[in-house]
C-alpha cells in the first residue's frame, strides 16, 4: 500500500473517533425553525435495501460508490450502502451514510430528488452547528428555487476544522486520481530498467513527503493533505521537466556549496533558540532531514539510470536547493 493511501486510511480512522453534534446544537434561529418543519419526514421504504442486499452490503462503503472511487460511480447501490451504514450507527462521520443520503435526495442521483427527506438528513448529520445551519438553509433555498441541478455537496459548507479537513481529503482524492494519471502517463513510456529505479525513487519520495507534511509544516495553518499534494504536484512537475529535455546542469563545486549553505541552515535550526513554529519543532524537521537524504540519493541512483548524462553533483545540487528552502523558511 503506497504510503498516502496508508496515511489516508488512518486519518479516516481516527475520524470515526470525532463525535458527532446532535441537532439541538444548531444555535441558527432560521435553521432550527427549517429542521422543526420537516422533524416528522418518514424516509422512503422504497428506497432502503432488501434483507439480501443488506448482507451483500455488509462491506460496503458508499461514499466510494457514490464518487466512484476505484469502481465506476453507482449511485443507486451507494443509496442502499448508506441506509446499511446509518443502521450501524455512522452520525459522527463526515462522510457516512446520512450524509450520502442526504446528497443522493438533494441531487437526485441514486433516489427520486425530495428536498424534505434531504433536509431531515441535513438536520440530523453530525457536525458543527454552523456547517449543518449553512447546509440546511442552502437545501432549503435549493428547494424554494425548485432546483434541478446534481452538484450539491456537504462541502458547499464547511467551516468547522474537521468537516473542512474531510472535504480537503475527499478533494485529494479526485486530485491523487488525476496526478496518478499523469504519472502513469509518462513512466508508461520508460523500459523496465527506468520503471524499476523509478519505483525505488517513488518508495523514497512517499517517505519523506510523509514526514515532510506531518512533521515539517505548521498544521496549525494548513492541513497535511495540502503540503503532501504540494510536493506531489512539484514532483511530477519536475519528471515533465526531465522528460522535456531540461536536465540539471551543476558542477561539483556547485554543490559543495549548497551542501555547506544546507547543513549551515540545519545546524542553526537544531541548536537556534526558537524551539517551535507552530506545530513544527526542531525534532520534527531532524525526522523530515532524516528522510530527505535517502530521497535525495535514491534521485542519484535513479537519474544515472534514467538521465545518464547527468551527474551525480548536478542531481544532488538540485535537490540541495529545493532542501535549503524548506529549511530557510523557518530562519526568518
Known amino acids: 500500500m503506497h504510503t498516502w493511501k496508508l496515511w489516508l486510511l488512518v486519518f479516516l480512522v481516527i475520524s470515526r473517533a470525532v463525535p458527532a453534534y446532535c441537532q439541538g446544537r444548531i444555535s441558527d434561529p432560521g435553521a432550527r425553525q427549517i429542521c422543526a418543519e420537516v422533524k416528522d419526514v418518514e424516509l422512503p421504504a422504497q428506497d432502503r435495501p432488501s434483507p439480501e442486499e443488506e ?10 460508490l457514490y464518487f466512484g472511487f476505484g469502481q465506476p460511480a453507482d449511485p443507486v447501490k451507494a443509496r442502499k450502502c448508506a441506509y446499511v451504514e446509518m443502521e450501524k450507527g455512522d452520525e459522527g462521520l463526515a462522510f457516512g451514510g446520512g450524509t450520502i443520503l442526504m446528497m443522493v435526495y438533494a441531487n437526485g442521483k ?14 440530523e448529520r453530525g457536525g458543527e452547528p ?12 435549493l428547494k424554494q428555487a ?18 473542512y479537513a474531510q472535504c480537503a481529503i475527499l478533494q485529494d482524492r479526485f486530485d491523487t486520481a488525476e496526478r496518478d494519471t499523469n504519472l502513469n502517463a509518462i513512466v508508461a513510456k520508460w523500459g523496465a530498467q527506468d520503471s524499476i529505479a523509478f519505483q525505488a525513487l517513488r518508495q523514497a519520495a512517499n517517505r519523506f513527503f510523509t514526514a515532510h507534511a ?13 503540503e503532501r499534494a504540494f510536493l506531489e504536484n512539484g514532483f511530477i512537475a519536475t519528471l515533465e521537466q526531465l522528460e522535456r529535455g531540461e536536465l540539471p546542469e ?16 540545519y545546524t542553526r535550526i537544531q541548536t537556534g533558540t526558537t524551539r517551535r513554529w507552530g506545530t513544527v519543532t526542531p525534532e520534527g524537521i531532524k525526522t523530515g532531514q532524516e528522510a530527505w537524504i535517502p530521497y535525495r ?9 534514467k ?11 538540485l535537490l540541495t536547493q529545493q532542501r535549503i528552502a524548506m529549511l530557510e523558511f523557518f530562519l526568518h
Open 55 to 64: 448482507k451483500a452490503l455488509a462491506q460496503c462503503v458508499s461514499v466510494d
Open 110 to 123: 441514486g433516489a427520486a430528488r425530495n428536498f424534505d427527506v434531504a433536509l431531515k438528513l441535513g438536520c
Open 130 to 141: 454552523g456547517d449543518v445551519a449553512g447546509n440546511v438553509h442552502q437545501l432549503s433555498r
Open 146 to 163: 425548485h432546483w434541478t441541478g446534481s452538484n450539491f455537496s456537504v462541502c458547499d459548507h464547511s467551516s468547522g476544522r474537521y468537516l
Open 214 to 226: 506531518g512533521k515539517e509544516s505548521d498544521l496549525e495553518g494548513t492541513l497535511e493533505v495540502h
Open 250 to 265: 551543476f558542477s561539483a563545486d556547485d554543490f559543495r556549496q549548497a551542501d555547506a549553505a544546507m547543513k549551515a541552515a
Open 297 to 305: 540519493d535514491t534521485w542519484v541512483s535513479f537519474g544515472k539510470i
Open 307 to 317: 538521465y545518464p548524462g547527468v551527474s551525480a553533483e548536478a542531481w544532488k545540487t
